[in-house]
């Protein structure tokens, strides 16, 4: 019996791995290099940043050793290395926001597809796939003791004390069947070139290279070690060197992806700041990208050395989706994690960065419009985020999102809408509803449509904050349909008739009472009966329902304005009747369906329902009365 037991998230995400995802075994070797890299990371950062280790000698590698006959496959580092504290706590427990919604996605997620292990990263726990038994032998850099973890990745884990000459972690697997296969050097060296060849540390590999006679008996033996990776940090080598498929290569290793990027940018500046830059958009948006615990997907280096991959400031929060590495020569290495935000050269840094981005953008919109299709499908909605939130790059930004709309098919932009604009038209019109369906049936396009002017579809919940921040595309004022104003261009106006109208309107003004702001006859609306609005500088409904959704309950209360079409039956109707229920009852309902066309709660659905089905029955009854009821 083991000592001590997993986390429960532990066990289950170990069953889960085991299970379902071996389909993609090989990358168990990816992560414990992977984490072999990052204690050397973190320890060539200690001997640059902290006098306690400057007098360590380190020589950073990390070496391969198997053996046939014994079925076990050694991973080596002379990294930072974990005390007992480390051990239980880094490979008894899971700490990682990531890892947890990796194990609810795969429960949710009856698919299990293998390319969620490449998201997500499982790190360590992957080598059960392919070992029956994994011991972590491992001395803390700058501590005496060395420490030893056991475990068959069922009942919980051991730890004792243990031997190591110098700091560092030794990770020995003793493979099972589905892993002795990688007690060779052909698999070895494979799955390193294909996941891990970028890694900036040098891979070593031990093996025997045997020599034969001709009766094929072996002639002799020796120990041979071969580096077997590339080592080198890739975005240091000149771009002319590098391939797409090196570009490609990397961002798997560095990101856990196993789709190749939709694009990438490599700059190296010189001049008043030297740094380089790669970065990636991913072909897939971030899984997590809507989450507040969001990962930061650009790491900072400071001449080579890894500084850190979780400053969440390296990008502007809408362009969380981009991964890569920021190289700067300028900044000391020693730069504390806490005083980076405020760095003045990792601001101009980023500044620069952006820009190359959204200029990078722009031109895939130009040059490549499905790419750009696909690119719009994952990362419109932070770019609107971005449109709200940067205003020095708004006028750039604008160029790049994309809206649905009422006369072409698929996604159009602010220009090309500029450009089909009739050369009288003043504004540029936007429907935003709670999703597409919903701004495309909003009963005021109907007037638009009628005469011909484009509306802009937008579907997302965020355009009805971020479009009246905008304000303008060059000299158009942007205009939502669903306020007042907005109907300028597309009145129809009947003078005689809408005299009539004025005492229908009274009825039904008075019969809604303080569930409106106001009841006006519409000039728009040509074959629904009513619609509602809001006042010119009040948040429109949806807004406000939006609000108090993000827990912003004290917003206070915008009332509708409901607009009539006093041409519609329904509402001429009312001329010739008085009873008051009667009016009360549709006017209930011209406003609740002008409500529920919207996407937006009536107030009261059982009255609602009460007063439709009184009007329904009540033409049954007048008419012909069923024999049954008579007595
Ligand atoms: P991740 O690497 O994504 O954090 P892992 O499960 O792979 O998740 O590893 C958990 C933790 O164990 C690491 O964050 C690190 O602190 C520690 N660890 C794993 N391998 C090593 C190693 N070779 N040297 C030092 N620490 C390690």
Sequence with gaps: MAQHQFQTEVSKLLELIIHSLYSNQEIFLRELISNASDAL?????????????KALSFDPRIDILFDKEAKTLRIVDNGIGMNETDLGESLGTIARSGTRSFLEKLTEDAKRSSNLIGQFGVGFYAAFMVAERIVVISRKAGEAE??????????????????RDSHGTT??????????????????????????????????????EKEYDDQGHEKSSAVKVKQINAGTALWCRPKAQLSEKDYHEFYRQMSNDTTDPLLYLHTKAEGSLEYTTLFYVPAKAPFDMFHVDYKPGVKLYVKRVFITDDDK????????????????????????????????ILLNIKHASVKKLLTEFKALSENNKEKYDTFIEQYNKP?????YQDYANQDLIKELVRFKSTVVEGYTGF?????????????????????????RASPLLEAYRDKGIEVLIMGDEIDEIIMPAVGKYKDWELKAINRLGADTEVTKHNRQAEKEAVPVLEKIR?????????????????ESPSCIVAGEDDPS????????????????????????????????????????????????????????????????????????????????????KPAADAD
Excluded: C
Aim: aromatic share 10%; hydrophobic share 40%.
């Design 383 to 387: 770019l609107k985020e971005g449109l």
């Design 146 to 163: 060395a420490w030893q973890w056991s475990s068959n990745g069922k009942d919980g884990y051991d730890i004792e004390r243990s031997e």
């Design 313 to 344: 400031d390296l990008m502007p929060s809408w362009l969380r989706f981009v991964r890569g590495i920021i190289d700067s020569e300028d900044l000391p290495l020693n730069v504390s994690r806490e005083i980076l935000q405020q760095n003045k």
């Design 510 to 526: 008075k019969a809604l009472g303080e569930r409106v702001k106001d009841v006006r006859i519409s000039r728009r609306l040509h």
């Design 415 to 439: 220009a090309d809408y500029a450009a089909r604009m009739k050369d009288t038209q003043k504004y540029i019109y936007y429907s935003a509803g709670v999703d597409e369906k919903t701004a």
């Design 541 to 624: 409904l949806q807004m406000t329902a939006l609000f108090r959704a993000m827990g912003q309950g004290d917003m206070p209360e915008t009332k509708p304005i409901l607009e009539i079409n006093s041409e519609h039956p329904l509402v001429a109707g009312l001329k010739a009747v008085d009873d008051a229920d009667y009016i009360a009852d549709v006017a209930g309902i011209l406003l609740d369906q002008a409500l529920l066309v919207e996407g937006l709660k009536v107030a009261d659905p059982a009255a609602f329902v009460k007063r439709v089905n009184r009007l329904l029955t009540k033409d049954i009854s007048s008419e012909e």
């Design 41 to 53: 990371d973190k320890l060539k950062y200690l001997t640059v940043a902290d006098e306690r280790y």
């Design 171 to 208: 990770v020995l697997l003793y493979l099972n069947e589905e892993g002795v296969k990688y007690a060779n050097r052909w698999s070895i060296e494979d799955a390193v070139k294909r996941y891990s060849n970028h890694i900036a540390f040098p891979i070593y590999l031990t093996y025997d």
